[in-house]
Each structure stands twice: as structure tokens, then as C-alpha cells.
């Protein structure tokens, strides 16, 4: 078992970077992703042995539990956080460097699992193979979902720079 214990931290300490990078795109900022990686990480590491033993690929298996949760999670809360009384505004919290960034304020509008491809190719560098095997659907559909959010991703981006912007081709 500690056998196994090394493994996994091995593995964490290795591509925990990446993960936080995947998991910011995912969900549009680093607490979130901090929180999504955490819990994904610690469902999988109390079976770490099957996990290796039963998938080829730990890390695809991981990316795929973490963009299942995030959908999860986004379908639970409907991107709304009611609470009884309005909180104090006497603390600031850091601001996110990409808050107003357009490209990073269009992404974090896509849905869910076109949000996934877009960042697993673009940002991750994954095929589409690659991509299909980490979230569990066809490479058909990888396709459809990277086609219809740069599709999105254009419009956005259009309407948001104008006719002048480098991005109105």
C-alpha cells in the first residue's frame, strides 16, 4: 500500500501544474480549479491501484473526473449563489489578472463541455483523439463541440472588438 501511497504522490507532485491550469479554464478561476482538482485528487487517490490498473492512462482518467465534476457542479449551482444576507464589502479579494481579457471572459461563457475541448486542444495541446478518450466521447463529437464553440468564440469576439479588431476576419 505505501507502495502505492508513492506512486500517487509521485504522480500529484508531477502534473499537479497542468491540473491547476486545466482546471482555471475549466471553471474561470483559480480557487474553483484549486477546489476541483483537490476533490477530483483525493476521490482518486484513495483508489489509485485500480485507477492505474484498470485505465492506460491515469492522467486522461483524471482530466475526465475533473470535467465531470465541473459540469456536475455547474448543473448543481446554475452559475447562482443565493444567500440570505448580502456580505460585507469591507474585505477585497485579489482580482483575476483575466477578468477583463476578452478571450478569457468569452471562454468562461461557453458551456461546459465545449469549454472542456477547447481547453484540452488549444491549451493543453490534445489531439482529438486524445481529447475523446479523456472526456469519454467520440472523436465526432469532439469535433462538433470545438467547431460550434470557436464558432461562439468568433461571434464573441467579433462583437466584443468590432470590425477594426484583429480578430473580425
Known amino acids: 500500500m505505501s507502495g502505492d501511497l508513492t506512486d500517487f504522490e509521485e504522480f500529484v507532485e508531477a502534473s499537479l501544474p497542468g491540473l491547476l491550469r486545466y482546471g482555471h479554464a475549466l471553471t474561470g478561476n483559480p480557487h474553483d ?3 476541483l482538482v483537490q476533490s477530483v ?6 483508489r489509485w491501484s485500480s485507477v492505474v490498473r484498470k485505465t492506460g492512462d491515469p492522467l486522461a482518467y483524471i482530466r475526465r473526473s475533473m470535467a465531470n465534476a465541473h459540469i456536475s457542479r455547474w448543473r448543481r449551482h446554475r452559475r ?5 444576507e448580502i456580505p460585507e464589502s469591507g474585505t477585497v479579494s485579489p ?4 477578468e477583463y481579457e476578452p478571450l478569457w471572459a468569452a471562454l468562461r461563457e461557453l ?3 465545449q469549454r472542456a475541448v477547447i481547453v484540452l486542444r488549444y491549451y493543453e495541446g490534445l489531439s482529438e483523439a486524445e481529447i475523446a478518450d479523456s472526456l469519454g466521447i467520440s472523436p465526432g463529437t469532439v469535433k462538433s463541440q470545438a467547431s460550434k464553440a470557436l464558432g461562439s468564440l468568433r461571434g464573441k469576439l467579433h462583437r466584443d472588438t468590432g470590425s477594426e479588431g484583429r480578430w473580425a476576419r
Open 41 to 46: 485528487l483525493e476521490k482518486i487517490g484513495a
Open 111 to 113: 458551456p461546459p463541455k
Open 95 to 98: 482580482a483575476d489578472p483575466f
Open 33 to 35: 480549479a484549486a477546489d
Open 80 to 84: 447562482e449563489n443565493l444567500v440570505a
